[in-house]
């Protein structure tokens, strides 16, 4: 029997990539969308066929958040709310016995990530083992993944180098979401799309090889996108390597790209594009589709886990706050110009504890 579940958000992201992904599954069934407003949860509700029921609630309607938490036959929800938004939602949920699935980041920052994880972790098992996954897309996309395998065939890694580059302007469509026009988290866009692009970096290096130290300068090029929009950072491992992490969303210059240098060559992603160049100069290039965003198989693994009574190790919340630590720790190194910043939660073996 399918599980059902609620949609917490009625913004672009929800709308264009959750909705289809929860109707999409196999394994979930969606009883419910909340929104701020009861317009937006019903602009949602637009999306999905006339021929299927969904219960709307939001904070203007005598039917709220609290309502959806009542229901039996609703046993998780995806949260997909403004960043500063989301920690009281996942905890209300999880206190409910509800499984979640929350946006990226984990958290507005590492300190309310480690503190939200700690109680989590000492709560889950008096909940009924009730599971907290935090959703990145990057960890689902085909090419990524195939760079990883081809990584593995090419010896050890000796450095890398992340470039993801990007102009954004006023007419953008996510611009216009007042949470990002006017950011109250740390790092604005800097840290919203940054932690894609470190998850994407920590997939390719693989568990074996993590950050430890962090050292960046960060500069705002564009008065509309405070507080930051350019970091330049360099990255050391705990094998001794270093490789850098650059990330700008006010520049012409053009990106994505993922490079991993090895031993025998070295591989390099740029969004479904994957080259192999071997140290004797033979280049394969392949195109490696990936489903949409990753937001499709993102769901739909989270779903299939929900049904087999386990949790996917790529969605724990701790995954979640090692992305979001190199972000903040690029952003602090930032404001102090440039001072290394020492990493604590790369580590697999990393405990989280306040």
Not at 191 to 214: I, K, M, P, Q, W
Request: net charge negative; glycine share 8%; proline share 4%.
């Amino acid at each position: 029997m399918a599980i059902g579940v609620a949609l917490i958000g009625g913004g672009i992201w929800a709308k264009e990539e959750h909705l289809p992904a929860i109707l999409a599954s196999k394994d979930l069934e969606l009883k419910a969308i909340y929104s701020r407003s009861l317009k937006s949860a019903n602009d949602v509700a637009g999306e999905v066929k006339d021929t299927q029921k969904i219960d709307l609630y939001s904070e203007d309607s005598s039917q709220t958040f609290g309502d959806i938490l009542k229901r039996d036959d609703i046993q998780a929800v995806v949260i997909s709310l403004p960043i500063a938004n989301q920690g009281t939602f996942i905890k209300r949920a999880l206190l409910a016995k509800k499984h979640v699935l929350s946006e990226k980041p984990v958290s507005e920052n590492v300190q309310d990530g480690v503190v939200l994880i700690s109680w989590y972790n000492g709560v889950k098992e008096e909940f009924d083992n009730v599971t907290w996954s935090v959703a990145e897309n990057f960890r689902y996309l085909e090419s990524f993944k195939y760079a990883r395998q081809q990584i593995e065939e090419l010896g050890k890694i000796i450095g890398f180098r992340v470039r993801v580059y990007a102009n954004i302007t006023e007419d953008f469509k996510f611009y216009h979401t007042s949470w990002r026009k006017e950011p109250t988290h740390q790092g604005g866009y800097i840290l919203d799309g940054g932690v894609h692009f470190t998850a994407g970096l920590r997939l390719l290096l693989g568990s074996d090889v993590f950050v430890e130290r962090v050292a960046a300068f960060t500069t705002s090029l564009k008065e509309h996108l405070p507080p930051v929009d350019t970091v330049d950072a360099i990255l050391k491992t705990n094998t001794g390597i270093q490789g850098t992490f650059q990330s700008s969303v006010a520049t012409t210059l053009t990106g994505p790209e993922w490079t991993i240098a090895c031993e025998n060559g070295s591989v390099t992603v740029s969004s479904s594009t994957v080259t192999v160049l071997s140290v004797d100069g033979e280049e394969v290039v392949k195109e490696i589709p990936n489903e949409r965003s990753g937001v499709p198989p993102e769901v739909r693994a989270w779903g299939e886990a929900l049904a087999a009574g386990r949790q996917n190790p790529e969605q724990t919340p701790e995954e979640g706050l090692a992305d979001l630590e190199l972000i903040e720790l690029m952003l602090r190194s930032g404001n102090h110009d440039g001072e290394p910043q020492k990493c604590k939660y790369q580590s697999s073996t990393a405990e989280v504890s306040k």
